[in-house]
């Protein structure tokens, strides 16, 4: 609109000089008059060319103009513009588009200044040449010189709310981007909070167990007892067989925890077996024994993992750090909730002492991880334990059957 605007203004400007310059010629003034008129109406024509060209490529369209010579180009326009109007009262029309370039170049205070100037200049040569000044010389320029300023300040207006809308725009844009970013970043963190959770799940307890019943073969070798070091070497085997399928699992996004409460159940208890003889066989032997509680129920599959992966952090622990005799693993199912208790008769510990987030050398991230888990569900996780009395891993899983959980 502003663009139409503008054109329509020098358009305007070129249409009346025109006019004008053809009703010097055609009404006889003489000669002498008709020369002058051509060659003023020329150089002013080309004066408001070059200046205006300029101008776009420098200005492009704020107001006022911030063209450091715009006003002296302004003034060449004036001048020539003053000289035919007062050669010829035909040339008084060009005050109205001279009226918006002063609006546009100038001040506010100061273009008003030069319109009523130049709205006087009218008038003046009006009467010069007519002899006579009648009310209807006045009004016209008067009322033409009020609809210019009106119409100025609502190019003013428009351009500013244009600026204002492309400053929001802009911003807008800038806003976005930056929500897009973060909400990157978040993603990317969440994903990598996720990534290390199941490894430390999955694989890093296995190595663990393979690193410890490999010790324990080599000192069975170093002491001569080959069998208990064959015993060793298939349990070491047997353990990277199932991280491996694990990791297989987990490259493949599939779920490990199976579908159902009985498959749940099946999978705890091959647990209890695996861990009672890989302790075994790394010379740390302890029974592991497993427990249910209450009629099983289809649970969904991410409460399934949580709890899977809850009994694989909690014997783990027993296994590293207990030195138990002992470990029961119990499922519960209650009216409302999914419980999963790891118990062990092994040293204890102080509670305070338990890492709330993962240390800074890489340990510690069990725990935390598994609370983390277990929030994104809405469980929560307990631990009671005193030095020398054992210790309890209490998980609790609101689930009352009905619930989708998310899916």
Same mark, same amino acid.
């Given at each position: ?30 000669? #002498?008059?008709?020369?002058?008129? /051509?060659?003023?109406?020329? =150089? ?5 060319? *070059? &200046? $205006?060209? @300029? %101008? ?111 400053? #929001?725009?802009?911003?807008?844009? /800038?806003?976005?981007?930056? =929500? ?5 970043? *978040? &993603? $990317?963190? @969440? %994903? ?117 992966? /809850?009994?694989?952090?909690? =014997? ?5 750090? *207990? ?85």
């Amino acid at each position: 609109m502003l663009r139409v605007l503008r054109v329509g203004l020098h358009v305007g400007f070129a249409a009346l000089l025109a006019v004008g310059l053809m009703r010097v010629l055609l009404s006889g003034p003489g000669m #002498a008059v008709g020369i002058t008129a /051509a060659i003023l109406s020329f =150089l002013l024509a080309v004066l408001y060319l *070059a &200046g $205006t060209v @300029a %101008e776009k490529r420098h200005a492009t369209g704020r107001a006022p103009s911030t063209v450091p010579w715009a006003k002296w180009w302004l003034g060449g326009v004036v001048v020539l513009w003053l000289m035919l109007l007062f050669l010829h009262p035909d040339y008084s029309w060009l005050a109205f588009p001279l009226f918006f370039l002063h609006l546009h170049i100038l001040g506010p205070r100061h273009a008003l200044l030069a319109v009523a100037l130049l709205t006087a200049a009218v008038i003046a040569a009006g009467w010069y040449h007519s002899g006579s000044l009648a009310l209807a010389a006045i009004v016209g320029p008067v009322v033409g010189a009020i609809f210019a300023v009106i119409m100025g300040m609502a190019y003013r207006a428009l351009y500013t709310e244009g600026v204002n809308q492309r400053a #929001a725009l802009d911003e807008l844009r /800038a806003t976005r981007a930056a =929500l897009a970013e973060e909400q990157h970043r *978040a &993603g $990317t963190l @969440a %994903e990598r909070t996720r990534l290390a959770r199941e490894i430390h799940d999955t694989l890093a307890q296995g190595l663990s167990s393979i690193v410890l019943v490999s010790r324990a073969a080599s000192a069975a070798l170093a002491a001569g007892d080959t069998e208990s070091a064959a015993e060793r070497l298939t349990t070491i085997g047997d353990t990277a067989a199932e991280n491996l399928a694990e990791a297989r699992d987990f490259v493949a996004d599939l779920s490990s925890s199976g579908d159902g409460a009985g498959t749940l159940a099946g999978r705890l208890r091959r647990l209890c077996a695996s861990t009672e003889r890989t302790a075994t066989a790394a010379g740390q032997g302890f029974d592991v024994a497993f427990r249910q509680d209450g009629a099983a129920t289809a649970l969904p599959a991410e409460i399934s993992s949580a709890l899977w992966r /809850a009994a694989q952090s909690g =014997l783990a622990n027993v296994a590293a750090h *207990a030195h138990a005799s002992q470990a029961v693993i119990s499922l519960g199912y209650l009216p409302d909730a999914i419980t999963l208790d790891v118990f062990d008769d092994g040293d204890g510990m102080d509670t305070a002492t338990i890492p709330i987030r993962p240390r800074p050398d890489g340990t510690g991230y069990g725990l935390a991880g598994l609370r983390e888990r277990l929030g994104l569900l809405g469980g929560a996780l307990d631990i009671e334990s005193a030095p020398g009395e054992g210790t309890v891993l209490a998980v609790r899983i609101p689930y009352t059957g009905e619930e989708s959980h998310g899916r």
